[in-house]
């Protein structure tokens, strides 16, 4: 199951200890002076763009998805991503897949939830042709593929090997480390309706939990809807 924790965050030291992340933000920006403002001077920044301040705190994620959504996550380069490799494991999991209508307005979304009858050729056994609940033959088809898997491995392939025949919807774990101003920029992109359900869902998960690290910022912004920076 798709999944996000929050797993590192910057901490002031020296004169910035003990100070919250929208303090040090606000106590960078105004070159080492310290004053609290409850999360004001980080809001002007935003508002009138000045982003470097918010450079200058970290977060870092650890994220389940599949790869097919993990792929999209390492389209934004200014987070920085360590994955788990499956080079070491041979554990296998596979997220859900949900069936979605194709948008017939909008070419980048999809809409409803739907489970056709397909026709697929049963190239085990017969070669015929056959009728399906797309659930159905979807979840044979992953037990067949990770059946394969694991025998390739009890017969001796190495696993950088055996999981080349792994399907996109296979489980993987990644870290992403960022600043707040990368993962505002991630949100603002993720969180559009432009954007994958299944990444949508994560990127709220992401900003939740910004949300609780710096709630004035936070509340000052829609950043729900994206497209706010």
Not at 24 to 41: F, M, Q, W
Not at 177 to 197: I, M, P, T, Y
Request: proline residues 2%.
């Amino acid at each position: 199951m798709s999944k996000i924790e929050l797993v590192t965050r910057t901490e002031g030291v020296g004169k910035y200890k003990g100070m919250t992340s929208e303090d040090i933000i606000s106590a960078i920006a105004r070159h080492g002076v310290i004053k609290e403002d409850n999360g004001k001077l980080v809001k002007y920044l935003m508002t009138n763009k000045h982003w470097s301040p918010l450079d200058m705190i970290n977060f870092g994620f650890e994220v389940t998805t599949s790869r097919a959504i993990a792929r999209q996550w390492l389209r934004h380069s200014s987070l920085k991503p360590q994955e788990h490799s499956q080079r070491y494991s041979d554990k296998v999991e596979f997220e859900t897949i949900e069936l979605r209508k194709e948008d017939k307005v909008n070419r980048q979304s999809s809409i409803e939830i739907f489970n056709p009858v397909i026709k697929y050729r049963d190239f085990i056994n017969t070669g015929d042709i056959f009728t399906s609940k797309s659930d159905v033959i979807i979840s044979e088809l992953l037990d067949f593929v990770e059946s394969v898997y694991h025998g390739l491995i009890e017969a001796g392939v190495a696993k950088e090997c055996a999981r080349m025949i792994l399907p996109e919807c296979t489980s993987t774990t990644l870290t992403f480390n960022g600043s707040l101003r990368s993962w505002l920029s991630f949100l603002n992109v993720r969180l559009d309706h432009h954007a994958q359900k299944e990444i949508v869902d994560l990127a709220y998960l992401i900003g939740k939990e910004l949300e609780q690290e710096l709630p004035n910022v936070f509340k000052s912004i829609d950043w729900e809807k994206g497209m706010f920076m």
